[in-house]
């Protein structure tokens, strides 16, 4: 059992760490190039499912796809890893995202349960959206199409996966992975249900041209949206270490091996390099061979963490949805 500290005991920093903007400038060619062949493909397109990280739902949605791709059709918003998100929090935001964003369908999944009630959920609301709407080019079709799209990383293929495996009884999967980018096209549409014929296509992640807002591409970063090695797992741990003390949440403690929360994450992974024996070989000016802690594996493992749940269930935008009210939120689990 986690050990429990009161925070007021202690002088956590007031400001995040200091990150130059150059290091979160991500939008590589295959992105670009997935925008256009995504808004070509529109006219034939019934409905646009857009999934994001259910840890950050109001950071990181590109604002291109509301512009180009959601407005003229159909949209459902899914925010996915709902079992990583605090659960209790779930209907205050969605309904912040209908009040502030005009978004009135958001399903909450996780895309490795397949008895996720928000899966079940998915193909029924889909088809009710398409038959209520107008088609126009597309009214005289039996079939439809489904556009699935978001940022890179927040399961997208491992959703499509699902989606196809509940209705369709089929072995095949799409190429999943916990590394932004690992979709790299436009693929051809796959058929996910039989009746009515839907078929769903994937496309790649895509994140702004430039990311302005530093803190917002720190959370992307943290949910694994930018490649890791684009941003520096040491800026990312720290960045972490940093929210964790501001947000209370101290379970990295037990985790890290340390006494008490530390606000020095030099000081926090030199204690998870000692607990988890990670060091490296280095060899000295006279050719003496030493060992030396190993504080990049650390942060790694740090992150990993944070990703999988060991280090609590955590809503990243917290701030953004108590922005109003100011709530405490240190009991929420």
Not at 28 to 49: A, E, W
Not at 199 to 221: H, R
Not at 292 to 317: M, Q, S, Y
């Amino acid at each position: 059992m986690a050990q429990r500290f009161d925070p007021a005991l202690y002088n956590f920093r007031k400001k995040m760490p200091y990150v130059s903007k150059d290091l979160l400038r991500w939008f590589p060619g295959h992105m670009n190039k997935g925008l256009k062949q995504m808004q070509r493909k529109l006219n034939s397109v019934d409905c646009v499912i857009e999934v994001h990280d259910a840890r950050i739902p109001f950071t990181g949605r590109n604002p291109i796809f509301t512009n180009t791709l959601t407005g003229a059709k159909p949209h459902i918003l899914v925010l996915n890893k709902k079992d990583l998100t605090i659960k209790s929090l779930i209907p205050k935001i969605r309904d912040q995202l209908k009040a502030e964003q005009n978004i009135n369908n958001v399903v909450f999944t996780n895309s490795k349960d397949q008895l996720c009630r928000g899966l079940k959920t998915l193909r029924p609301l889909l088809v009710d959206l398409i038959k209520s709407s107008n088609r126009y080019n597309r009214s005289e079709e039996l079939d439809y199409n489904v556009m699935i799209i978001g940022v890179p990383n927040v399961g997208k293929s491992s959703l499509i996966n699902m989606l196809r495996s509940k209705n369709m009884s089929v072995k095949h999967t799409l190429p999943v992975g916990a590394v932004a980018g690992v979709t790299r096209s436009l693929m051809t549409k796959m058929r996910i249900n039989n009746n009515p014929t839907i078929f769903m296509l994937d496309t790649p992640g895509i994140l702004e041209p430039s990311v302005t807002d530093v803190e917002m591409g720190l959370k992307l970063a943290l949910c694994a949206s930018l490649q890791d090695h684009l941003v520096g797992e040491e800026i990312i741990a720290d960045y972490m270490l940093y929210w964790l003390n501001k947000h209370s949440k101290f379970k990295y403690v037990d985790f890290m091996a340390l006494e008490e929360p530390c606000d020095d994450i030099n000081k926090v992974l030199l204690a998870g390099a000692i607990k988890f024996n990670r060091l490296r070989k280095v060899r000295d000016f006279d050719g003496r061979v030493r060992d030396v802690p190993d504080l990049l594996e650390v942060a790694r493992t740090f992150i990993k963490a944070f990703r999988t749940g060991e280090l609590g269930n955590i809503l990243l935008d917290i701030d953004l949805l108590f922005n109003k009210d100011k709530l405490e939120n240190n009991n929420l689990e």
